[in-house]
């Protein structure tokens, strides 16, 4: 299959681009730079010369071009609606495949460090994050395209938690990071709010898995684990002989700025009704706390990081 990813230079379009070609397929990937496309040749994935700004109509083309798509970007808000709007258009009764990134900040709950006891499976209704208006107006025209277009667009959106994995940016670097800034690991309120997690290679293989067989106008979640920042926060703090201590908003705004603030107060619970029982996915490594101890993050601890 020719597959197109858009967003194959980010972590998780990048590790979807190197597991599709790994798997035989001919993986495409947008480089905004030539700098982008010298690393996805590298990688064994052919670049294609375009972003989703000024040149997002060669994006769209490319598209044209492809058995499938996968949307894997992370854009501002006004360049992901108009690719969106754009792809759906294109791929309108072309019988391509169009898989959507989403991910569970669109459910998520601000807490303020609370546990929460609400879990959502892919069709139970949720009042979205304000914040993620956008990416949740995204995840509805993807599926509303396929509803529309029965023989035409085969569209699905895919909703991960916290996706963690070699390289990433998530709760546990951010958690190690504030070890060199405040000398402890640190949680917020109580530490209780807990996102549902999912290793990249997990992430990867639903994909496949919805390429093979995913019906179109689906969504389908991918959660292996859940962990709340508290156990987190006591095991890096173990981890690197501090202690784990509760800060307020204001005190975390010191460390992680407003918006990641936000992200670390809130819950974010899934569960994958449709992407176990349709698709028969199970996920391989469902304990986000064996990253404890990796040198990369050990790191991002000393106070030069």
Do not use: C
Not at 62 to 73: E, G, K, Q, T
């Amino acid at each position: 299959m020719n597959i197109f990813v858009i967003g194959a230079t980010g972590f998780v379009g990048g590790g979807l681009a190197r597991h599709l070609a790994a798997e035989g397929h001919t993986v495409t990937g947008l480089a905004r730079t030539d700098a982008a496309a010298d690393a996805l040749e590298s990688q064994g994935v052919t670049p294609v010369a375009a972003d989703l700004d000024t040149r997002r109509a060669t994006a769209v083309e490319a598209s044209l071009r492809a058995d499938a798509v996968i949307y894997a970007a992370q854009a501002d808000p006004e360049q992901e609606t108009a690719t969106v709007q754009d792809l759906t258009r294109a791929l309108a009764g072309t019988g391509k495949s169009l898989i959507f990134l989403s991910g569970s900040g669109v459910l998520m709950q601000r807490t303020a460090g609370a546990w929460s006891p609400d879990v959502f499976a892919e069709d139970d209704s949720f009042i979205p994050e304000p914040l993620a208006g956008f990416r949740k107006a995204a995840e509805d025209t993807v599926l509303a395209a396929a509803a529309a277009d029965d023989d035409g667009v085969r569209a699905m959106v895919i909703r991960p938690g916290q996706i963690w994995g070699p390289g990433d940016h998530g709760h546990m670097s951010m958690i190690y990071q504030s070890v060199a800034a405040t000398g402890a690991a640190i949680y917020i309120g109580q530490g209780l709010n807990t996102y549902s997690h999912v290793h990249i290679d997990d992430v990867a293989r639903l994909f496949s898995l919805a390429l093979d067989k995913g019906r179109p106008a689906r969504l389908y979640h991918a959660a292996a684990g859940e962990t709340p920042n508290r156990w987190i926060a006591e095991k890096v703090a173990e981890d690197l002989g501090v202690k784990a201590r509760s800060v307020t908003v204001e005190e975390a705004e010191q460390v992680w700025g407003p918006f990641g603030t936000l992200i670390m107060a809130a819950s974010s619970r899934i569960r994958s009704v449709n992407a176990r029982r349709q698709l028969g996915w199970q996920p391989e490594q469902p304990d986000m706390l064996t990253m404890i101890g990796d040198q990369r993050l050990r790191k991002l601890a000393l106070p030069s990081a």
